[in-house]
């Protein structure tokens, strides 16, 4: 079982900076993938990044390729995504997710979720 904990979200001005975090309970966080994908009102649930157990693989959608990174601290049991140039569209409700086995971008392969965090960015 895991247990994940975001936090760092915020509003920021449009072309700023925020980095969210998440924190997994339990002593498996090593083995699992790790994602973040995001939703907006009215807008389903959509891909953000992911990063492989050991960090040595990551993809991102398109949208946000060149702004945004994923990393991971498997000694502390962190995930971050650190997001830069930001824009009003990435506002959403921020969640990240844990899986064991390979890295997916499709959120009915993950096995456990975060509440989320609230990323806003005025224009």
């Known amino acids: 079982q895991v247990q994940l904990v975001e936090s760092g979200g915020g509003t920021v001005q449009a072309g700023g900076s925020l980095r969210i975090s998440c924190i997994a309970s339990?002593?498996?966080?090593?083995?699992?993938?790790m994602g973040w994908f995001r939703q907006a009102p009215g807008k389903e649930r959509e891909f953000v990044a992911f990063?492989?157990?050991?960090?040595?693989?990551?993809d991102y959608t398109d949208s946000v390729k060149g702004r945004f990174t994923i990393s991971r601290d498997n000694a502390k049991n962190l995930v971050f995504l650190q997001m830069d140039s930001l824009k009003p569209e990435d506002t959403a409700l921020y969640y990240c997710?844990?899986?064991?086995?390979?890295?997916?971008?499709?959120?009915?392969?993950?096995?456990?979720w975060g509440q989320g965090t609230q990323v806003t960015v005025s224009s």
């Open positions: 997710a844990a899986r064991r086995g390979a890295t997916i971008d499709r959120a009915y392969a993950y096995d456990y």
């Open positions: 990063i492989s157990y050991k960090g040595g693989r990551t």
């Open positions: 339990g002593r498996t966080f090593s083995s699992h993938s």
